[in-house]
């Protein structure tokens, strides 16, 4: 099984919309959770840390849920801008090794 | 503010060339990694530094070496370079596992 699993998507959806999606991960030691944001061809980029809480950046909410093992993304009023490919990741507890999901894409239409 | 700087961008090898990929944070992160992604497959760890003067093996390991010449700089080496290996690498540091990583812009290889 693969330490972190997500949807590959595509997800089409109109501009406005708001779309939300899904990672799960196997290691129940798992402290530190992420999303990155990766462009076409280019690096991926830190989008925001995902707390125990849940937490919220601008259109961008992020959730945690320890007992299922999953995270989830949820973009709110998508935007053109927003088209991208989303990646999950994780990092075990004491550990510096930071694991990626293959990641879930996102196409916004006008 | 360079961030994370890789070289080179592009490289074409043939198969059995050696070259080393080089790494360079200025943000002062103790954490340093190499990952390669290919279609389908997301990032795969190769090798990390988890603090100046230590290397650990990742996932995909073979055929690479790394060498962690000071606090800022990693640097990875393909030896005898394989067609698998034709990917796109990103280096990336990290202040502490628990804020995430910053990446370089990364390395397209083609190995023919």
């Known amino acids: 099984r693969k330490e972190v699993e997500q949807d590959p998507g595509p997800f089409n959806v109109p501009e406005g919309a708001t779309v939300a999606f899904n990672c799960t991960y196997s290691?129940?030691?798992?402290?530190?959770f992420f999303w990155y944001r990766q462009d076409c061809r280019k690096e991926p980029k830190l989008l925001m840390s995902v707390y125990s809480s849940g937490n919220e950046d601008g259109r961008f909410t992020a959730q945690l849920n320890r007992a299922s093992q999953y995270i989830s993304l949820l973009i709110r009023d998508s935007k053109l801008s927003d088209s991208a490919t989303y990646l999950c990741v994780v990092t075990p507890s004491n550990d510096y090794k930071l694991s990626f999901g293959a990641g879930t894409t996102v196409t916004v239409r006008a | 503010n360079a961030g994370v700087t890789q070289t080179p961008k592009f490289q074409v090898l043939k198969t059995g060339q050696s070259m080393t990929l080089q790494c360079a944070q200025d943000m002062n992160h103790n954490s340093m990694y190499w990952y390669r992604q290919d279609p389908g497959m997301g990032l795969r760890l190769i090798y990390y530094s988890a603090s100046e003067g230590t290397t650990d093996k990742g996932e995909v390991p073979n055929g690479y070496n790394v060498s962690r010449l000071n606090k800022r700089e990693f640097s990875l080496r393909l030896e005898s370079a394989a067609p698998s290996q034709t990917s796109v690498y990103f280096c990336?540091?990290?202040?502490?596992?628990?804020?995430?990583?910053?990446f370089g812009q990364g390395t397209r290889l083609t190995v023919v």
């Open positions: 990336a540091s990290s202040d502490a596992p628990k804020k995430g990583a910053f």
């Open positions: 290691n129940s030691a798992s402290q530190s």
